[in-house]
């Protein structure tokens, strides 16, 4: 998810901080603000390891240029973990979608958040369109499941 969604020699690492407000009349026991922070380790390397993959292409052929094409559509699937390193303990995985919009190096993000730890159990979900070219963006997040129950908030991204 870095700034191609093509080819890459990089390992993108993605910091995380979900920030989740209380929500009134919610079964999340969740009373007040939550703040959790979490590595998404994203692999753009084509291969057996690979955790992002550009899956349409506006032009219809597959894009190797440095610079996405407006309608590009690339799909991820990485996991979490409570570090940097990848042997960093697995907290659990975020999927989702990125479209290429008109500006160079903006998207348009959807994703969800699982969590399957001894403390947080459940999903949470987010979209929003962000700068690819900045090294920090925020999207909102608009619903959860299990300990994010109605959840709504922001998802802080800071690419390391």
């Not at 190797?64 to 309608?71: K, Q, R, S």
């Not at 979900?125 to 900045?134: L, R, V």
């Not at 300990?147 to 991204?157: E, I, M, T, V, Y």
Request: net charge positive; charged share 10%.
């Amino acid at each position: 998810m870095g700034k191609s969604m093509t080819s890459s020699s990089l390992v993108f690492l993605l910091l995380s901080a979900f920030v989740l407000s209380s929500v009134p009349g919610t079964v999340s026991a969740w009373r007040q603000p939550l703040t959790i922070k979490y590595y998404v380790h994203d692999n753009v390397i084509p291969g057996p390891n690979a955790t992002s993959v550009q899956v349409a292409s506006a032009s219809g052929n597959d894009t190797t240029g440095p610079v996405p094409l407006f309608g590009d559509v690339a799909v991820f699937a990485s996991p979490m973990r409570t570090g940097k390193s990848p042997s960093s303990k697995l907290i659990g995985s975020k999927g989702g979608q990125l479209v290429s919009l008109k500006v160079p190096f903006h998207f348009w993000l959807t994703f969800t958040a699982e969590f399957n730890t001894l403390q947080y159990k459940g999903t949470y979900s987010g979209q929003g369109q962000f700068d690819g070219n900045s090294p920090t963006h925020e999207v909102a997040v608009v619903g959860g499941t299990g300990d994010f129950r109605g959840a709504k908030s922001l998802n802080f991204f800071l690419y390391l």
